[in-house]
């Protein structure tokens, strides 16, 4: 069966049942409508002063397909195909209404999903009852007109909004916490981790300092003997350099 329903469908189902011997079964799966309110159109109960449409003259079935549905109460009506395509318009929702009659209980309902589920964000209070974002923060940071007499209803209950409505809300939040923890933990393991508090608490002076080269003590000069030296040994004589007289000379004198 096409995924498409044919347009005007109980003007639709009106011709079959007048013009056809098609079962209800089969105008009321083909047309989108229940059992019972073809067998209305019927029995003239329902669809009071509507005009039948020809799916035929329409293109929307062809005499053939009619006359096989109509010889096998098993066969489902085929919607013709269409040879303009028209694309699916998409609607963007809107915010969603609040009778009058419950607009007074839309703060606590505020208050009460602020209390039980700080989880959601404040668009997601906006989309389950219906309020403004100036009205979350007043009642948040308790400067609403009326915050005195406030008291936490669940917005279930008040018929603010469904329960699938907000369990679907709970668990986006409860989702984008968990996502947001993680991308924490993975920023944290890249940092690396700190150093001991022994290591960065030390005084100057104590803690392992790195060891610079020039820092390090110089190697002794080697003596160089030189042209003057050696004239000059030979004028004072070997061993009394710098007033020095080794043992061997003392023991010849």
């Known amino acids: 069966m096409s995924r498409h329903k044919p347009l005007m469908p109980k003007a639709t189902a009106v011709w079959l049942v007048e013009n056809t011997s098609l079962s209800f079964e089969q105008i009321a799966e083909f047309c989108g409508l229940h059992v019972l309110e073809v067998k209305g159109i019927a029995d003239g109960d329902v669809a009071h002063g509507i ?3 020809d799916p035929i003259s329409s293109g929307q079935l062809t005499r053939e397909e009619i006359k096989k549905a109509e010889e096998d109460p098993d066969h489902r009506l085929v919607l013709a195909e269409s040879k303009v395509d028209i694309p699916e318009v998409k609607t963007k929702p809107g915010p969603r209404y609040t009778p009058v009659s419950r607009r007074q209980d839309r703060p606590n309902a505020v208050l009460w999903l602020l209390r039980n589920h700080p989880e959601l964000k404040d668009s997601q209070v906006m989309r389950l009852v219906g309020t403004t974002k100036p009205t979350i923060a007043a009642i948040r940071d308790r400067t609403h007109w009326n915050s005195n007499n406030l008291t936490p209803q669940d917005p279930v209950a008040l018929g603010l909004c469904s329960q699938v409505d907000l369990d ?4 986006k939040g409860a989702l984008r916490l968990e996502r947001e923890k993680n991308e924490q933990r993975k920023k944290l393991e890249k940092a690396g981790t700190l150093l001991p508090t022994a290591e960065t608490t030390l005084p100057p002076g104590l803690g392992p300092q790195p060891i610079v080269e020039d820092m390090l003590p110089e190697p002794p000069a080697q ?5 003057a030296d050696a004239e000059r040994e030979e004028v004072i004589g070997p061993g009394e350099r710098g ?3 080794t043992a061997e000379e003392q023991r010849s004198r």
């Open 223 to 227: 003596r160089v003997e030189t042209a």
């Open 243 to 245: 007033g020095e007289i």
């Open 51 to 53: 005009k039948g449409l």
């Open 168 to 171: 679907a809300e709970v668990k």
